[in-house]
T-cell receptor
Framework: GAVVSQHPSWVICKSGTSVKIECRSLDFQATTMFWYRQFPKQSLMLMAT?????????EQGVEKDKFLINHASLTLSTLTVTSAHPEDSSFYICSAHEFTGLGVNQPQHFGDGTRLSIL | AQKITQTQPGMFVQEKEAVTLDCTYDTSDQSYGLFWYKQPSSGEMIFLIY????DEQNATEGRYSLNFQKARKSANLVISASQLGDSAMYFCAMREGGGSDSNYQLIWGAGTKLIIKP
């Protein structure tokens, strides 16, 4: 089945540093990738939609300059949390949509998530 | 208004019993898809089952089945013969069929935490 690799799975860093999270589709081409943030015991909150070769579409309330998204190829999207602060600590998870022409039928394939802790 | 509603924040079920997790949805689209995902404590999202709005039969995948009642706009997940490993968060999600600008986004419910008791 379709596999999405997300790296790193866990990161702890000091306040003020930038953190890059990678999301790779290993055996399919992902025309669209999604970045979510999840707080404990809550549902997934969509941060942005990333389309290969174009600018990401951010959801309302998500700071574009804070959460930089790059989708430079059909298999890789990156999320960079710039100048991270403790309030950015969260679980970040990516998913990828494989375009097959089946439209609404296709499930999103998820990475295993990244637990980010900012000290 | 909530597009996906999961009314059960948590459920305790005895091992080997069947369990039904509720999900109701709201959309004006004729074409849409409904998905269930499982999220164990480790965090990964595991796709379980899919139901299309035009599918006439309820979807089934092993011990999982989807009780799709279109007129009621409900898509409940049924897990038969529950196992300890079924303990997890379960999310219902919907993708609305759109026009050419559809980004295949999923709309998520709040989730139900299922705990299977031995």
């Amino acid at each position: 089945g379709a596999v999405v690799s997300q790296h790193p799975s866990w990161v702890i860093c000091k306040s003020g540093t930038s953190v890059k999270i990678e999301c790779r589709s290993l055996d399919f081409q992902a025309t669209t990738m999604f970045w979510y943030r999840q707080f404990p015991k809550q549902s997934l909150m969509l941060m942005a939609t990333s389309n290969e070769g174009s600018k990401a579409t951010y959801e309302q309330g998500v700071e574009k300059d804070k959460f930089l998204i790059n989708h430079a190829s059909l298999t890789l999207s990156t999320l960079t949390v710039t100048s991270a602060h403790p309030e950015d600590s969260s679980f970040y998870i990516c998913s990828a949509h494989e375009f097959t022409g089946l439209g609404v039928n296709q499930p999103q394939h998820f990475g295993d998530g990244t637990r980010l802790s900012i000290l | 208004a909530q597009k996906i509603t999961q009314t059960q924040p948590g459920m305790f079920v005895q091992e080997k019993e069947a369990v039904t997790l509720d999900c109701t949805y709201d959309t004006s689209d004729q074409s849409y898809g409904l998905f269930w995902y499982k999220q164990p404590s480790s965090g990964e999202m595991i796709f379980l089952i899919y139901q299309g709005s035009y599918d006439e039969q309820n979807a089934t995948e092993g011990r999982y089945s989807l009780n799709f009642q279109k007129a009621r706009k409900s898509a409940n997940l049924v897990i038969s013969a529950s196992q300890l490993g079924d303990s997890a968060m379960y999310f219902c999600a919907m993708r609305e069929g759109g026009g050419s600008d559809s980004n295949y986004q999923l709309i998520w419910g709040a989730g139900t935490k299922l705990i299977i008791k031995p």
